[in-house]
């Protein structure tokens, strides 16, 4: 059988060559698209971390402010002034809170009109006490001596515990017994401890003073004046509520008394009243009184009737007081 005939080879296109590759640069870089998006990227990145930083400082705010406060200091009662700091703007002092917390071996004989007379009035407070508790040698410090001297007689020994006796009788005093009872003699007892008993609050106003007296649970005594009566305001949360009263029924309860002009017009003014007192008193619980006598005894294992003077530091954290003996001076 006769072979086909070969068919003859088709001639191979030539090849023909495109234009070369683009570099990585060329293809994505032509309108500068790659550093602007890299730029972009690291912008939007650092936004998001801002933000988010912004956001764990406004969460971690909203928790208890420990910061101290710049703060002035004023004592309740004992007037023992010691503090730092400066009140108003551009730290220039106000003067009211400059007055307020003037040096504490200086305030209690400056408040009084005529500083001279305090010697006598201690002796006179001596004299009432001697009527309460005969046997007992009491310290009487300069600042309570002092505060005391703001009221009238006879709303001070009311405040001490005396009563009036009948005609030519002597009077007495609310309780006579011995030791830490209601009223009590020596030392050791509620009038003692008023006598020598000093607490030192840091306060930058009248406002503020009132909210650290209520913070310690506090009721608040304010001298009607041609009265031997009281206005009694038993709930600083709510000082509308109030009272007239005879002072002799707190006779047996712990007490400071502040008749410094400053401090009782900043107060006065803070509970929004309208009377015209030289003096407040500030009454506290038999409970904190407890507290404070297990604190003056363990600070340096004094006993009480070897203690001229103890003064508490109170500093309120939270709305709650924090007490501190913060000096005491031992008999000589």
């Not at 305090?118 to 009432?128: A, F, G, N, S, V």
Request: proline content about 6%.
């Amino acid at each position: 059988m006769a072979e086909s005939p070969a068919k003859p080879k088709q001639a191979e296109s030539p090849r023909i060559e495109g234009p070369p590759d683009e570099s990585f640069e060329e293809k994505y870089n032509q309108r500068l698209e790659f550093p602007l998006s890299l730029v972009g990227s690291i912008l939007i990145h650092v936004l998001i971390a801002a933000v988010l930083a912004y956001l764990i400082l406004v969460l971690m705010g909203k928790g208890e402010d420990k910061s101290p406060v710049g703060v002035k200091t004023m004592a309740v009662g004992g007037m023992d002034d010691f503090g730092e700091g400066s009140s108003g703007s551009g730290g220039k002092e106000d003067p009211l809170i400059e007055k307020m917390n003037a040096d504490p071996a200086t305030a209690a004989v400056e408040s009084l009109a005529d500083p001279s007379k305090l010697p006598q009035i201690q002796e006179d407070i001596q004299k009432t006490i001697k009527l309460i508790d005969p046997t007992g040698n009491l310290p009487v410090s300069s600042a309570n001596a002092a505060a005391y001297a703001g009221l009238d007689k006879a709303i001070r020994d009311k405040l001490l515990g005396a009563q009036k006796g009948a005609g030519n009788e002597a009077g007495k005093g609310t309780d006579g017994s011995k030791g830490t009872g209601p009223g009590g003699t020596g030392s050791n007892s509620t009038l003692g401890r008023n006598m020598r008993w000093t607490l030192r609050f840091k306060v930058s106003s009248g406002r503020d003073y009132l909210d650290q007296l209520k913070a310690m649970d506090a009721k608040l005594l304010i001298p009607i004046p041609g009265t031997e009566k009281c206005l009694l305001i038993a709930d600083l949360n709510n000082p509308t509520m109030q009272k007239t009263v005879d002072p002799a029924e707190f006779g047996d309860l712990l007490k400071f008394v502040d008749s410094r002009a400053e401090a009782v017009n900043g107060v006065i003014g803070a509970l929004g009243l309208e009377v015209n007192s030289r003096s407040f008193c500030a009454v506290f619980s038999k409970e904190m009184e407890a507290k404070l006598a297990k604190m003056e005894t363990s600070y340096r294992n004094r006993r009480a009737e070897d203690i001229e003077e103890t003064i508490f530091k109170v500093t309120i954290r939270g709305g709650v007081p924090d007490l501190i003996v913060d000096e005491q001076k031992a008999k000589r």
